[in-house]
Every structure is written in structure tokens, then in C-alpha cells.
T-cell receptor, first 113, second 115 residues
């Protein structure tokens, strides 16, 4: 049990579909993150929310749309994705302090047909 | 610009031998440094961090790391490797001066420990 739960674990979708990834944390953290992990590449930070306010947005295409309704939940809404978007999407959370480590979920493996 | 380099894609070690996974970083200010491990089909797990003080940091599962400011390195070490240590290891850095939540990760080093 990592304290950060991601659903679904696996998702296969067509390029025209719309789907959402969900992340939930039970650690009382104030910050939540979305990362993209592709093979043999560094983790790519996509979005950061602190106290439900977006504080980082790293030039992510608009086909990815985050939502943070409260400090425990984070969503990533997907629409009209491209094959190169196939990757492992990781959610993480951390206390509101830069010297504290992040706690990661086990990820959603996304495959775009 | 901040960056993290893990120069080895893969490290092979025999069980019982010492292991080192290398990491060098570039950051404009003073860094917070982290090591994470990722097992198959799992997310990243925190191993250890350097904030301040003693340059040798001890972490989970017998791992330690040495902060070297002059060489801007933060190599991960373990005196005696176990087969169960086989995994993907990530070095990460945050600039303490700029603060914020942006963590830069290396590309990862795959560790194989052979029985």
C-alpha cells in the first residue's frame, strides 16, 4: 500500500476516445503531481497542484487536461491522443515543502491504438 | 538550467559485491538530492535524500549515498548487493533556492544483481 492509488492500472484507447485517469492520496499531502514515464527517458513533469491550485504546467499539449477538485484527488482528462502519448503515467504527492520526497502511485499504463 | 545525469544505462553486479550507481547534477543554487527505486509494474519508491549536514546519507534497504559538492555528484552505494536489489534507480534534484515543486529526474540506471 503506497498511500497513492491510481486507477485504472491499464488503459487502451483509440485516438478519438475520451478517458480520464484518477489519482487519490491518503497521506494528507498538499501537493500532487502528474508525470509521464517513457522508456529510457527521464520522468517528464506534466502538472503540479498545490492546495488545489496549479503551480506548474510544463508545456503539455492541450489534449491533456488536469483537474484537482480537492487536495486528495487528481485527474488527468485525455482526448484525441496520439500514438506517442503511449506511456506510463505516474501520480505523486508530497507535503508542501521542497525538501520532502514524493510518494508515487503505481501508475496507469496507457496504450494508444 | 537544472539537469541530472546518470551516465550508465545499466550496472551489473554479482551478489555479495559492492555496488555503485552514479549520478551527477547541475543546478544553479544548492540542491536537495534524492534517490528513488522502481520495481517492475510499480511506481517510484523513495530511498534516501541529502538536505544538509553529513555528506554520507544512509537510507532504506542498506543503501547509502555520498554527496560531493566539488564534483557535483551524489552516487548511490551499497556494500553488499542482493539479487532483490535488481531494479531501476533514479537520481533526482530540487533547487532549494528557487524552491517550488519542480524535481528533475535522471533517465534511470537499471541494476542487475546476478546470483
Amino acid at each position: 500500500e503506497t498511500g497513492v492509488t491510481q486507477t485504472p492500472r491499464h488503459l487502451v484507447m483509440g485516438m478519438t476516445n475520451k478517458k480520464s485517469l484518477k489519482c487519490e492520496q491518503h497521506l494528507g499531502h498538499n501537493a500532487m503531481y502528474w508525470y509521464k514515464q517513457s522508456a529510457k527517458k527521464p520522468l517528464e513533469l506534466m502538472f503540479v497542484y498545490s492546495l488545489e491550485e496549479r503551480v506548474e504546467n510544463n508545456s503539455v499539449p492541450s489534449r491533456f487536461s488536469p483537474e484537482c477538485p480537492n487536495s486528495s484527488h487528481l485527474f488527468l482528462h485525455l482526448h484525441t491522443l496520439q500514438p506517442e502519448d503511449s506511456a506510463l503515467y505516474l501520480c505523486a504527492s508530497s507535503p508542501d515543502s521542497s525538501n520532502q520526497p514524493q510518494h508515487f502511485g503505481d501508475g496507469t499504463r496507457l496504450s494508444i491504438l | 538550467a537544472q539537469s541530472v545525469a546518470q551516465p550508465e544505462d545499466q550496472v551489473n553486479v554479482a551478489e555479495g559485491n559492492p555496488l555503485t550507481v552514479k549520478c551527477t547534477y547541475s543546478v544553479s543554487g544548492n540542491p536537495y538530492l534524492f534517490w528513488y527505486v522502481q520495481y517492475p509494474n510499480r511506481g517510484l519508491q523513495f530511498l534516501l535524500k541529502y538536505i544538509t549536514g553529513d555528506n554520507l546519507v544512509k537510507g532504506s534497504y542498506g543503501f547509502e549515498a555520498e554527496f560531493n559538492k566539488s564534483q557535483t555528484s551524489f552516487h548511490l552505494k551499497k556494500p553488499s548487493a542482493l539479487v532483490s536489489d535488481s531494479a531501476l534507480y533514479f537520481c533526482a534534484v530540487r533547487d532549494r533556492n528557487t524552491g517550488g515543486f519542480k524535481t528533475i529526474f535522471g533517465a534511470g540506471t537499471r541494476l542487475f544483481v546476478k546470483a
